[in-house]
């Protein structure tokens, strides 16, 4: 008789646990699919990664050679925070690669689903110089602010991208498998001496209107105080 009781109550637990496991979503809750997904398309020369709203969202998986390109889902949000780190292959010391020999040149650009691109609106800086042939310091590093990537970050004294021809970035053959129409490829004003970059653009979007609703954010433990 007492075993029964025990059973009774085992399965009485497991059968709430799995309630709890499975069902019951509260009525606001409305989950996104893959339909509300857009591709991001990225290509830099040489590594990049990038954050949306604050976020990691997708690192170049190859730091160096072959050149390559990134294509993601993302559910998109907005209004839109893109911060990118790019950059070229080049030695801390000397500025140069393939064992300090040569100075490469850089280059990126990205699309986001059919409207957000690469363009001359976004905003741009170096913090990697060089080689500077002749001078005293061959290289020059700016520190890179811990906070870069934040939707609150300062960039208001930043100034513009330069935009480049394709023929002078020269992506690779497998670029034109990939959606990057109207997007523009971007650096700072110099694509061989500028080597690290940070590029940071907001999308205001105010029309848009998340169909979804996934309630709120579970807490990361890095994320409490
Ligand atoms: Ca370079
Ligand atoms: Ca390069």
């Known amino acids: 008789m007492v075993r029964v009781s025990v059973l009774v109550v085992c399965i009485f637990c497991v059968s709430a646990l799995s309630a709890q496991r499975r069902g019951g979503l509260p009525a606001h809750i409305v989950k996104p699919n893959m339909a509300d997904t857009v591709k991001l398309n990225v290509y830099a020369d040489n590594w990049f990664k990038l954050y949306i709203n604050g976020k990691l969202v997708a690192i ?59 363009s001359p609106d976004w905003k741009a800086k170096c913090f990697f110089f060089g080689p500077m042939e002749g001078e005293k310091e061959v290289v020059r590093h700016v520190p890179i602010p811990d906070d870069w990537f934040t939707i609150d970050f300062d960039d208001r004294d930043w100034g513009l991208v330069t935009v480049y021809e394709e023929s002078v970035v020269r992506p690779p053959s497998v670029f034109r498998d990939y959606d990057f129409g109207g997007a523009s490829f971007v650096w700072t004003s110099d694509l061989d001496l500028h080597n690290t970059v940070i590029f940071r653009t907001t999308i205001e979007n105010p029309e848009w209107e998340a169909r979804w609703n996934t309630g709120t954010p579970a807490r990361r433990i890095e994320d409490l105080k």
């Open 60 to 118: 170049d998986s190859i730091e160096f050679m072959p050149h390559n390109i990134v294509s993601v889902d993302v559910l998109p949000e907005f209004p839109m925070t893109i911060a990118v780190m790019a950059r070229d292959n080049a030695d801390a010391i000397t500025g140069k690669e393939y064992e300090h020999v040569q100075i490469g040149d850089g280059g990126f650009i990205l699309k986001l689903g059919d409207d957000v691109m690469s």
